[in-house]
């Protein structure tokens, strides 16, 4: 059973994080993440890929980077729809996204700074 | 949409566009009766009359330079088909409360679906805003309000993995324990 005493011990130990999370922020550029969640992007499967997102880049405690949503972003027959601004690079669009897409995605495009292009909306296009 | 919960997350959208600063979302389920409610109500910036007329109905109304959202529509058509309806009302300035009323032993009628996910990705996406949320199925009732969650963690984030966890673990517990009150 969780319980909110649970709670209050997890929020000390987070607290203690805070300070030195804030630290190491510093003034570095931020890579977004912006999942379409306008009703197209729901309905065809958006919120389970939202979900994932906001999970690998917290498990990877990756600095930095940011996972938002927005409406819709008007190719509805593509949804889900994410796209990725990182800091000195042309926006990239992944299409069709699935959860089980997402770790290959924050590994090789958010981390490592290689988009994934089979995923990509430039994909449909060879 | 393939699960209702997927319709309450895009009607509480509605909601956070709207720019409310509450939402309060009641799933209630009546066993006996066969019946699912579900309402969405918020203090947003409202809509005016016409607004609604346009928004319940958009294909009687004739075509406004506005496009039609399927949000709403959307809604409404899944209670409709169960031989459900729903309701809308509006102020500007003060709310919306939007109320969808499902018949579940209908052929038509959608599951709920994985409405913890909904839940999650509302409040964590959405910290900001102060969200009650009640899941009642006959006598069985669970409250979740952020405000009370806020309270415990002061400056720290839902989005904290550990909170994080915690929130979904927690959310997922109540929900069985109140499922598991159904015989
Ligand atoms: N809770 C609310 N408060 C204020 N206005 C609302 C609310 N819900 C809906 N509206 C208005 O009604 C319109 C239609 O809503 P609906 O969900 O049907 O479609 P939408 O959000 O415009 O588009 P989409 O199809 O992408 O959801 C909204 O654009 C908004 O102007
Ligand atoms: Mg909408």
Known sequence: MKTLEELLAIKAKAQANITTRESADGSAEVTRIVVGMATCGIAAGARPVLNGFVEEVSKRNLKNVTVSQTGCIGMCQYEPIVEVFAPGKEKVTYIKMTPDKIARVVADHIVNGNPVTEYTVASLKE | ?183
């Open chain 2, 1 to 183: 949409m393939r699960e209702l919960s997927l319709n309450i997350l895009d009607i509480t959208e509605n909601s956070v566009s709207a720019g409310a600063s509450l939402i309060e979302i009641d799933v209630i389920e009546d066993t006996s009766l066969k019946t699912l409610s579900v309402s969405i109500r918020d203090n947003g910036r409202g809509m005016s009359e016409e607004m609604v007329e346009n928004v319940r109905d958009p294909f009687c109304t004739t075509r406004t330079t506005r496009k039609v959202g399927m949000g709403i529509p959307l809604f409404k058509m899944a209670a409709e088909m169960t031989g459900g309806h729903l309701e809308l009302s509006s102020r500007v300035g003060v709310g919306t409360v939007i109320a969808a009323h499902f018949k579940t032993d209908s052929i038509d009628f959608t599951p709920l679906g994985d409405i913890d996910a909904t839940i999650l990705t509302l409040i964590t996406m959405h910290e900001e805003i102060d969200f009650v949320y009640r899941f009642k199925i006959d006598e069985n009732e669970f409250v979740l309000k952020t405000s009370e969650l806020k309270a415990i963690l002061g400056e720290v984030s839902f989005n904290d993995i550990d909170v994080r966890m915690w929130l979904k673990d927690y959310i997922s517990e109540q929900t069985q324990i109140i499922r598991g009150g159904v015989t």
